[in-house]
């Protein structure tokens, strides 16, 4: 069955620590998206890559790292320099242009 | 700017009633709006999507419905379930080579029995 698969699906990150985020995908998109999502506000995009071994910051890239080795992994590191790093992460992806996104379910990140 | 504002922020509403939440955008050049239904604790799922020259959108009980001249859609839920109660969310695209939507920040919605 494809889809998205985010893991974990709660995390805990302690005061100066890095913390990885892995979303795997088997929709053979080649898009793939990093969101923040916080109460009552809309989806923020942290970081977005359209091809293997490349990617772009999004609007809120500060603090955060990727890469993208596989078309199938895209990892988010939430690094020690992100000082708020409390939110639901979603990692996204899209095939053609005109079809919508595909979501996982998402990682809920607190600090310990 | 591209900006989504969507109306109500949260709406409560009795099982079996309809209800209409408003999406009014300034986003361009115009490609694509999308509406999302997002249950808590999950990712969003796509409802509708429809270009420019799409004015009318269903998916079962939920009618889409986009005026391009005027940068609104709206989303109708007809005879509302418990199982609607979630977070509706707008999402509009621009026309270019990469896909970077735009996206409103919901309307929380609940269905009280």
């Known amino acids: 069955d494809g889809g998205i698969t985010q893991s974990p699906k709660y995390l805990f990150r302690k005061e100066g620590q890095n913390v990885t985020l892995s979303c795997e995908q088997n929709l053979n998109h080649d898009a793939m998206y990093w969101y923040r999502q916080d109460p009552g506000q809309g989806l923020r995009l942290i970081y977005y890559s359209q091809i293997v071994n490349d990617f772009q910051k999004g609007d809120i890239a500060e603090g955060y790292s990727v890469s993208r080795e596989k078309k199938e992994s895209f990892p988010l590191t939430v690094t020690s320099a992100q000082k708020n790093p409390t939110a639901f992460y979603l990692c996204?992806?899209?095939?053609?242009?005109?079809?919508?996104?595909?979501f996982g379910d998402g990682t809920r990140l607190s600090i310990l | 700017k591209n900006q989504v504002e969507q109306s109500p922020q949260s709406l409560i509403i009795l099982e079996g009633k309809n209800c209409t939440l408003q999406c009014n955008y300034t986003v361009s050049p115009f490609s694509n709006l999308r509406w999302y239904k997002q249950d808590t604790g999950r990712g969003p799922v796509s409802l509708t999507i429809m270009t420019f020259s799409e004015n009318t959108k269903s998916n079962g009980r939920y009618t889409a419905t986009l005026d391009a001249d005027t940068k609104q859609s709206s989303l109708h839920i007809t005879a509302s379930q418990l199982s609607d109660s979630a977070s509706y969310i707008c999402?509009?695209?621009?026309?270019?080579?990469?896909?970077?939507?735009?996206f409103g920040r919901g309307t929380s919605l609940i269905v009280h029995p």
């Open positions: 999402v509009v695209s621009v026309l270019t080579l990469s896909y970077i939507p735009t």
């Open positions: 996204a992806t899209t095939g053609r242009l005109d079809q919508p996104q595909h």
